[in-house]
């Protein structure tokens, strides 16, 4: 008889776990969205047999104008704090930027060269000692 503490069966692996189960959704959840189509689709049924007309949706439109009337009154005001933020911004010259960026290109040479000797030698050091080739 096999017990909870039985270590003969293999268990999954989280990635198993998640391959199997990932096209279902769980058990609670797919009873809860069942229960809760059932009266909402008897009442669409029910609302269609009638032919009610849905009502005007003016709380919508009334929405969509506030949006674009205060999009309109702080799109201005925000470009111009950003454009403040930006002229605030000390611009580095034309000799400053030809420096740093040389610079850059520089360290990310130097860079390269030290992950590639790195490599190799990590390729080497596996090769003698761990695979023997």
Known sequence: MATKNDKSTP??????RMQ??????PRRLRRT????SKPLGILTKFIKKLKIPL????FGKI???IGRIIGQILLPQFLRNSW???RQATWPNRRETI???FAVFVFAAIFSV???????GLDKIFREFIIKV
Do not use: F, M, W, Y
Not at 33 to 36: I, T, V
């Open 11 to 16: 268990k999954q692996t989280t990635r198993e």
């Open 20 to 25: 199997a189960g990932s096209d279902k959704k």
């Open 33 to 36: 969205a069942n229960h809760a």
């Open 55 to 58: 009502p005007n949706n003016k």
């Open 63 to 65: 929405t969509r104008k």
């Open 84 to 86: 403040a933020e930006i």
């Open 99 to 101: 420096r740093l960026s």
């Open 114 to 120: 030290i992950v590639a000797g790195l490599d190799l």
